[in-house]
């Protein structure tokens, strides 16, 4: 796969590969910060996957300095919907269609300490870049007018995506955000691209030192949400067993070869069931969650049933796991 260079200009390829609905709305944006003589970008995800030629339904733009002010002001012309987050500098616009923009300023971030919400101050477009998680996400193409489509990568991003990699920005990543491990586990297997050595090593480092004791656990439970919802979360599982990871979810947790073979086959058997009982009220996090928790004893199972649980577990809600297999096993003659 080749990719182009910092610099150069990515309209043909954003007219190409984004649909048209997001590409108007790109031009609009642009026009608009123009407007008000503000510099703003394209980023992140939504740049990785236009290189990589990857489905884009939502968009991410960067505001040097202006984001708040921006997404408020473009809700308002465009007749959508505005949530500011000021805290982090960072705001969701929804636009009628139901087309979604996550709009942020400019920033860098400091953590008080290892696992914590950062503290967020106002920065350039570089140090906003480098930042950021990975070098795949530090990439920004221009929105204005003058330099509509051009590159910004300032951390060898397009060279990792090239190379099929999985890259931080710097030793104290991990340890800053945790969290970051479980996004490098998801973007290794959604894109079959590999992790680094160097981000590997630290990587280990930080589950050796137990950084998710530092997260609460509502962001590890988000965390896991966002990996038993990919496609196929079972790669995905295996990988954060290979480094460890699931220690936080039960110290006592094992994960071993036959465990890994029937999460496999919960994939296609949750594709089955909700095919076959699509009103069953069986929850996609459950089913997964629950099947990790399985090999634990009773009260193991129980106590991390309710640690994650987002409200009062209820009976019946961590037993409803094995039904997806038990019933396909029974439709298909298997009782």
Known sequence: ?????????????????????????????????????????????????????????????????????????????????????????????????????????????????????????????????????????????SLNRATWGRLTDVCGGCADLERGVIRVLHADSFRDDPTRIFRAVRFQQRLNFAIEPETVRLIRTAVDLGMFARVSVERLRRELDLIFAEPRPARAIESMAAFDQLRFIHPRLRFDAAQAASVRRLEADWEWFRERFPRDRAVRWWVFFGALLWPLDPEDLRSAAVKFAPVRVRAGVVPAVPVVAQRRERESGGE
């Open 1 to 141: 796969m080749r990719l182009t260079p910092t610099g150069d200009n990515l309209a043909p390829l954003v007219f190409r590969e984004l649909a048209p609905s997001l590409v108007r709305v790109l031009e609009r944006a642009g026009r608009f910060a123009d407007e008000r003589g503000w510099k703003a970008h394209l980023v992140g995800g939504s740049v990785r996957d236009l290189l990589l030629r990857a489905k884009t339904i939502d968009l991410d733009i960067l505001v040097e300095g202006h984001g708040l002010d921006f997404a408020r002001d473009f809700a308002r012309k465009e007749r959508g919907v505005c949530k500011l987050y000021r805290r982090f500098a960072t705001a969701l616009v929804v636009l009628p269609g139901g087309i979604k923009v996550d709009v942020t300023t400019t920033r860098t971030e400091t953590y008080p300490s290892p696992g914590a919400l950062p503290v967020v101050l106002p920065s350039s477009l570089e140090e906003d870049l480098r930042r950021r998680d990975f070098t795949i996400n530090a990439l920004a193409v």
